[in-house]
């Protein structure tokens, strides 16, 4: 690829979402297909792949302090502004919400798992009103519409209207190709004019931000709140001091408890956007957060801490292009792989010891399941990240998981994409296995 279509494929899967991704997404489908009809709906039908579900079922409503699709539904009905992208509810405010739990009362939506969806990242919606009916279908990445209709009429499948992206699964547009090796990654990360990629870094912020605001608040199961109290914590006689002594004021845990206060507060729910990847604001968090405070921890330069960056985040895009955006292997696994790039190249590492620090990553936690979004998907992601400091630190003296081990090649790429074809192909049983036992459990009384 060449570098002005690797610079178009960063920009369109590094992007600003609020909430989880996969509700936002059916949010998104929702106020699509309604500003289609003209009118707030009397009935809305949706049907979305095993995996949307998957994700959508525990997982916070920013501002409403509910959980699940309904409430998404009726907000991306009500008030949801599909030129708005995975912001779609940004104009969400109290009385919104309070209306939307009335509107939910009156119009409750229908939602059904699409179980032969013709992509694994599929969301099809019907809405009518007065005999009229508008659909929209998004398959392939989250804000790819390839319908939109009224009345049946074929509506536009062009997105240049509102401005979103149309990607594929892949996570690549029509006029590019693929990314070919993790050598173009880091050559490109070592080339590219800085200009270019400053967005990152702005992203990297707008994380921390998030990390931040978790701190001063109540999210999820309060991990980073935590990690956070308990690194700063001086008092010996305090209720956390046998976990400070444990964790302590040390730039480990900062990265720790940052990644996963960010993680808190967007899997509980809170109005906050984050910079996400490849669809995910967990995988955006994951790869930029623990390079941005290595770099400032160190006092690296602006030109250290962007190509680290961007090593972090196109390793992230070039796993996913073979994964998918979605599966039964959990997100934070290939986002931690990322940062684990990004880590090496700060530490000094180059190209060899960045190949050596992602075999050390895919022979540590590529077993980890993804069961859905939910407030837990902090311990995951603290998981990944501290496997990430480990597997970069091992790279540097040049200890890392060989050929004789497992699933990893000496070829790097062909290491990467065992990683993938096992959550692609191998895992595709797990996942129905996984989706059974969450929508069983909910059945029980």
């Known amino acids: 690829m060449s570098t002005s279509e690797i610079l178009a494929l960063l920009h369109r899967e590094v992007v600003p979402a609020i909430g989880c991704t996969e509700p936002m997404c059916v949010a998104l489908c929702v106020a699509r297909a309604t500003e289609q009809l003209g009118a707030e709906p009397d009935a809305i ?28 539904v009726a907000l991306g009905a009500t008030i949801g502004k599909s030129a708005y992208g995975l912001e779609v509810l940004r ?90 090796s993790l050598r173009e990654v880091y050559d490109f990360t070592l080339n590219v004019p800085l200009r270019e990629v400053e967005f990152l870094m702005e992203g990297a912020k707008m994380n921390m931000s998030a990390a931040e605001k978790s701190f001063m608040g109540s999210y999820g199961h309060g991990l980073g709140r935590l990690l956070h109290t308990v690194s700063n914590q001086h008092l010996t006689n305090s ?55 290595y770099a400032l921890e160190h006092n690296m330069n602006e030109e250290q801490t962007l190509r680290a960056l961007t090593l972090s985040n196109l390793t992230v895009v070039y796993i996913k292009q073979s994964l998918g955006r979605l599966s039964a292997l959990c997100g934070c696994v290939v986002a931690a792989t990322g940062s684990a790039a990004g880590l090496t190249y700060l530490m000094g590492g180059q190209f060899d010891e960045v190949t050596f620090a992602i075999k050390n990553m895919i022979a540590n936690i590529s077993g980890m399941i ?21 597997s970069a630190s091992m790279a540097m003296h040049h200890s890392f998981a060989e050929a004789t081990e497992g699933i990893v090649e000496d070829d790097i790429d062909r290491t990467i994409h065992n990683l993938t074809r096992i959550g692609r192909d191998g895992m595709c049983k797990t996942d129905d296995l996984i989706i059974d036992i969450m929508t069983k459990k909910n059945q029980q009384t």
């Not at 992601?381 to 400091?389: D, E, I, K, L, R």
């Open 45 to 72: 039908s949706v049907s979305v792949s095993k995996n949307i579900y998957k994700n959508a079922m525990g997982v916070g409503i920013p501002g409403t302090g509910m959980n699940g699709l309904p409430i998404a």
């Open 370 to 390: 993804c069961d859905g979004a939910k407030p837990a998907c902090a311990l995951k992601v603290t998981s990944g990240v501290a496997t990430a400091v480990l």
């Open 91 to 180: 104009d969400t405010t109290p009385e919104a919400v309070e209306y939307a739990k009335q509107y939910m009362q009156r119009v409750p939506p229908q939602i059904t798992i699409a179980h032969n969806a013709p992509d694994i990242l599929y969301v099809h919606v019907a809405v009518s009103r007065n005999g009229k009916t508008a659909c929209a279908t998004i398959q392939g990445s989250h804000t790819c519409f390839v319908d939109d209709s009224l009345s049946g009429e074929a509506g536009l499948s062009s997105l240049s209207d509102s401005g979103l992206s149309s990607v594929s699964d892949s996570g690549l547009s029509a006029e590019g190709g693929l990314i070919s």
């Open 239 to 293: 209720p956390h001091t046998q976990m400070s002594n444990i964790f302590g004021d040390t730039l480990f845990t900062k990265i720790l408890c940052y990644t996963c206060g960010a993680c808190d507060a967007r899997m509980s729910g809170a109005m906050v956007p984050v910079m996400s990847n490849s669809g995910s604001g967990n995988q955006g968090i994951s790869c930029s957060i623990p390079v941005y405070l």
